[in-house]
């Protein structure tokens, strides 16, 4: 299966199936966001349906009602034929508008180009369904990794993003009619065009990871460069703004979007104004509801970043209703690439969209919390000065004695540790510092060594 969208603008309907463990609410919110993801994909939501169904583990996702009212609203283009009964049909849920108020010139509304599910689909269940409906058809785990796959920019981004989109599509494989055609013929001999594919993806999937490997080697090397500085990374649920607040606390050119997964590439930079010794910053991959689990276990080692920083800044959207189940998301991804122990805050973002009453009522809920908005440059001052303050925490004072005749050493410790204070004394200067343990220990040998 091809995950691409046409080149023209794709009309999409989107398709919740409502079980006794996923319905109201939860329902309502996740498929307002599977519209985001499909309007982050370039198509256009035309309209919803939803369907209660006890599991959608079934063979048949959805029942011969609803499947015939759906074949209308794609143009009747499958094996289902109008008129053909079933369970009473649902309502929609989503608050696109209807194809009833939809307008075209071949017909009385939008026809759907494709159909999206809420919900993960079995290859049986997804072939069954485009065969039914005669159009193409997504479930939400597909256009994920399509949305990964077109957003990712570094060599790293796009082996993760493409390891995953192989382990989604390999059995996803059909055989072809010509294949199948010259196997009856007996005009092909040994493996059919599917066993062919499949090795394809085998093998390519063994290359994918040996170069991933050798990546994430050079990644590790990196960060244990960086170790020894104060690291602070940024998580959050995609859209929350951690790109937008990167660019506020480094001053750099950091790309922030208004769409979902606009970052997928870990970025590192020094907090700004440069403070000594310099603290560091990452903004990382976005998560989501359902998030793949091969997209995960790709970005395991992107998420390292994460794992080995000094604090974790929790970035949510505060004026989103819905930040409090996607920061529990967040919580689950973190708790998967065993992110447990890390000094973290909670960072109400975007609070210029909130009153003061619902201000007042977060900080009230989340007392140690920080409310922020990236535009205000008193907040972003406000975070800076709380990423220092925890940094120094964590460093050691100690006192350095360093002889007139020691030329260059007072230049490199100025240069990455913080002096609190300096005596100058008949044959030596006496720095107060403040550094963590590694480099005051290589400091206090070289001197030794005087």
Not at 54 to 81: D, M, R
Not at 158 to 167: F, S, Y
Request: aromatic letters at 4%; a negative charge; charged letters at 25%.
């Amino acid at each position: 299966m091809q995950l691409t969208a046409k080149s023209s603008l794709t009309n999409a309907l989107l398709i919740s199936i409502c079980t006794p463990e996923f319905k109201g609410d939860e329902a309502t919110e996740s498929l307002a966001e599977l519209a985001r993801l499909v309007t982050t994909l370039g198509f256009k939501v035309v309209g919803s349906q939803s369907q209660k169904q006890s599991s959608t583990k079934k063979v048949n996702v959805l029942g011969l009602g609803k499947l015939a009212e759906i074949a209308h609203l794609t143009g009747n283009k499958g094996l289902v034929e109008e008129g053909e009964k079933g369970e009473e049909l649902s309502e929609e849920i989503a608050d696109e508008a209807t194809f009833a108020d939809i307008q075209s010139d071949n017909l009385p509304f939008a026809c759907a180009d494709v159909v999206v599910f809420d919900c993960d689909l079995s290859p049986s269940q997804l072939r069954n369904v485009e065969n039914q409906l005669g159009v193409e058809v997504f479930d939400r785990t597909g256009i994920i990794i399509e949305i990964f796959s077109r957003h990712a920019r570094t060599k790293t981004a796009k082996l993760q993003v493409e390891i995953a989109r192989l382990n989604y599509v390999a059995p996803r494989l059909r055989e072809s009619s010509c294949g199948d055609k010259e196997r009856q013929m007996g005009k092909g001999a040994g493996e059919t065009t599917l066993e062919l594919n499949r090795r394809k993806v085998r093998d390519q999937l063994a290359e994918l990871k040996r170069e991933l490997v050798s990546v994430q080697d050079e990644m590790k090397g990196r960060r244990t460069q960086r170790s020894e500085l104060f690291c602070v990374a940024l998580v959050g649920y995609t859209n929350a703004g951690k790109s937008s607040m990167m660019r506020a606390i480094t001053g750099s050119d950091v790309v922030g979007e208004n769409k979902l997964f606009a970052t997928l590439d870990t970025t590192v930079r020094a907090l700004q104004p440069i403070t000594q010794p310099r603290i560091l910053v990452s903004d990382t991959v976005g998560f989501i509801k359902k998030l793949p689990h091969d997209l995960v276990a790709s970005f395991h080692s992107t998420l390292a970043e994460a794992h080995d920083a000094s604090l974790l800044l929790y970035v949510v959207d505060a004026s989103d209703p819905s930040f409090r189940a996607q920061l529990d998301v967040v919580h689950e991804v973190l708790e998967e690439v065993g992110v447990e122990d890390s000094k973290k805050l909670l960072v109400l973002n975007k609070s210029d969209q909130l009153s003061t009453e619902q201000q007042q009522t977060l900080m009230e809920e989340f007392p140690d919390a920080m409310m922020t908005s990236t535009r205000n440059p008193s907040d972003v001052s406000k975070l800076h000065k709380y990423i220092v303050a925890v940094a120094q925490d964590e460093m050691i004072e100690d006192e350095i004695i360093v002889p007139y005749t020691a030329k260059g050493i007072i230049g490199e410790i100025r240069s990455s540790m913080s002096v609190t204070k300096e005596d100058y004394e008949y044959s030596h200067i006496k720095l107060t510092v403040r550094s963590n343990a590694i480099d005051l220990a290589r400091l206090k040998k070289r001197m030794l060594s005087l």
